[in-house]
């Protein structure tokens, strides 16, 4: 039981017999207990003013006084105002850390199969260019978030909605018919994605010629982009496409599948993954038929020109487009579509989608549909609204000047990585293999750890050489500490020292105070799930580092000659080493054992 626990159990024992007050141990919650005070736990003890009849630092004090009396685990406390701040007997401690030793998977709770299964959409990309910075911040978030939530004891599936349809992805085949002269990536020695995004530019070049060229002889830009040959073109090719013409979907098919290789090797390199994948090329003719379903039952109505509708000024929001007039769907439409697929494969009870803060709208929108068509988790979707990240002005932009494609940031990273690491001697005595696959744990650590340490919605800056930092709040900080801990323990085990009896030793202030950060990893991981929020695993493990190096730097380990002492130190240090361990692989992220 955590000492969170103990204490609630005894405060609840000590209202009920002081003022005959039934309390659920549940809804008593300590919280640490502020710096500038003494204590370990901080109880409120306002709720019970009432039935005490007593001031609110009386009530502190009786309570605080039982508990002295009562439970062993409490060795004194002191009352500020209503807060009761209780010390925790020092040698009570050890038995913490022993649970927590004891205890593999600390912070994990398993799901079950009666567990809520939880649907987590990220990635969303489009087959006409490579994944750029924005879906990294996406991937890292949509994955980072399953893991939280899997640890949390929820059943997860992890999906992607690949955007394979549509004119932006016949331009790339167009560009590629007229000037790719039968390039593939096996012959050009790119990426698939790679190259189909260059086709896509390729295509964008050409158009604006054409637009300029019809602006030269007297037309406005809106008539010259309405009159262009190129573009008539693509609108044809989509035509075709969705007329199901075998040609057109041969070479889309062939151009998708060098898509989807680049794809997968740019989210195995990133360290995430999906369980199931739909496609929207399968799922818009399902949205279409779930929305003439609506239709019928009257939920929603059709205008003279044939376009269909939903009437959401009821529920103070506007009328929106489901279908256009010509029968086509819109985004929206597509979104019904792949609901009504995934609800037929997962009897899902939450879905989370991980998009953008610009698509606020949209998912407001897309909750009320899903709600009035049936589907029971529509009302309480989720969507996880991040915000924009960008980087610094003029800083590693890419090959098109405009866009930083995922592929070269994390090349960038590990050069970095390999760069700064070089210069501060951490790849000293390493084969140039080893150096290599530290360097990448560096770096791809530096990026998922700065992008994700930020409160995931508010927009920010990515600045790739603060991010590899070996000092602060930084991926390569504490991943250096979790190698300096395991460097200790190896140390000790050649030496023979092997953890043993340390239940009489009475640990000192920071010695308890890393004690206490690791007994509060549980509670970390819950909040994180229950907010959302990946940046309160990555603060705590930050703080949890910093806690051990103040331990580090203030006591002997293996030059302690108390045995007891040193078993007490080498158990934190093991402890800290598996909880650091746990807490950046909740955020995707590897940690060296050497460095």
């Given amino acids: 039981m955590s000492i969170d626990n103990i204490i609630s159990q005894a405060v609840s024992r000590a209202v009920k ?59 004194r406390f002191n009352v500020i105002k209503g807060f009761l701040n209780i010390v925790i007997e020092p040698t009570f401690w050890n038995s913490v850390l022993e649970h927590i030793a004891n205890t593999p998977d600390w912070g994990i709770t398993k799901a079950t199969d009666d567990s809520p299964l939880v649907m987590v959409e990220y990635s969303s990309p489009n087959t006409n260019k490579p994944l750029h910075l924005g879906h990294v911040r996406n991937n890292l978030l949509g994955y980072s978030l399953s ?9 997860v ?22 000037w790719g002269d039968g390039a593939t990536p096996e012959s050009t020695g790119k990426k698939g994605d790679h190259l189909i995004g260059d086709f896509y530019v390729l295509f964008d070049k050409h158009f604006k010629e054409e637009v300029k060229e019809l602006m030269a002889k007297g037309m406005s830009e809106d008539e010259a982009k309405a009159a262009s040959p190129l573009m008539a073109e693509a609108r044809e090719m989509l035509r075709k496409w969705e007329a199901k013409d075998p040609e057109v979907r041969k070479l889309w098919e062939m151009m998708n599948q060098w898509v989807y290789a680049g794809f997968d090797a740019t989210y195995k390199r990133m360290g995430v993954d999906f369980d199931k994948i739909y496609y929207e090329s399968d799922t818009y003719l399902e949205g279409k038929e779930k929305v003439l379903e609506g239709l019928e039952k009257g939920i929603m109505y059709r205008k003279e020109d044939g376009s269909v509708w939903a009437d959401l000024t009821p529920d103070g929001l506007d009328h929106k487009l489901l279908l256009r007039s010509d029968g086509t769907s819109v985004y929206m439409t597509q979104d019904i579509g792949t609901a009504k697929l995934r609800y037929q494969d997962f009897p899902i009870d939450r879905m989370i989608y991980v998009v953008g803060n610009e698509q606020n709208y949209h998912f407001q929108v897309l909750s009320l549909l899903l709600d009035k068509l049936g589907f029971r988790w529509g009302k309480d979707l989720v969507h996880f609204s991040y915000g924009m990240v960008e980087l610094p002005e003029g800083k590693m932009k890419s090959r098109e000047g405009t866009v930083v494609d995922a592929d070269d940031l994390m090349d960038e990273m590990v050069t970095t990585a390999k760069q700064v690491s070089s210069e501060l001697g951490k790849l000293d005595g390493y084969t140039e293999e080893e150096a290599d696959q530290v360097a990448e744990t560096v770096g791809l650590g530096a990026l998922k750890y700065f992008l994700l340490k930020v409160d995931p919605r508010k927009n920010m800056t990515f600045n790739p050489k603060e991010s590899i930092d070996f000092n602060g709040n930084t991926g390569p900080f504490i991943q250096y500490t979790y190698a300096r801990i395991r460097s200790v323990l190896r140390k000790a085990e050649a030496e023979g020292f092997k953890i043993g009896n340390y239940a009489g030793v009475k640990p000192q202030e920071k010695e308890i105070a890393l004690i206490q950060s690791l007994a509060d990893f549980p509670a970390i991981v819950q909040e994180a799930g229950k907010s959302y929020s990946p940046a309160l695993i990555a603060n705590y ?55």
């Fill in 147 to 155: 893991q939280i939530l899997k640890a949390c004891g929820n059943r």
């Fill in 157 to 178: 599936v992890k999906t992607n909605i690949v955007n394979d349809r549509g004119i932006h992805i016949c331009k790339s085949m167009l560009a590629w018919q007229k």
């Fill in 541 to 595: 493990a930050y703080d949890l580092v910093k806690s051990y190096n103040q331990f580090y730097h203030d006591f002997s380990i293996l030059k302690e000659e108390d045995e007891a002492k040193r078993s007490l130190r080498l158990a934190l240090s093991d402890a800290t080493a598996r909880v650091v361990k746990t807490a950046m692989g909740l955020l995707g992220i590897n940690v060296p054992e050497r460095m």
């Fill in 17 to 75: 017999e002081l003022y005959q007050v039934e309390v659920a141990p549940e809804s008593i919650v300590p919280q640490a207990t502020r710096k500038e005070f003494e204590g370990n736990l901080t109880v409120v003890t306002f709720p019970w003013v009432k039935a005490a009849h007593k001031a609110p630092e009386a009530v502190g004090t009786e309570i605080g006084q039982w508990l002295v009396d009562n439970e062993p685990a409490v060795d």
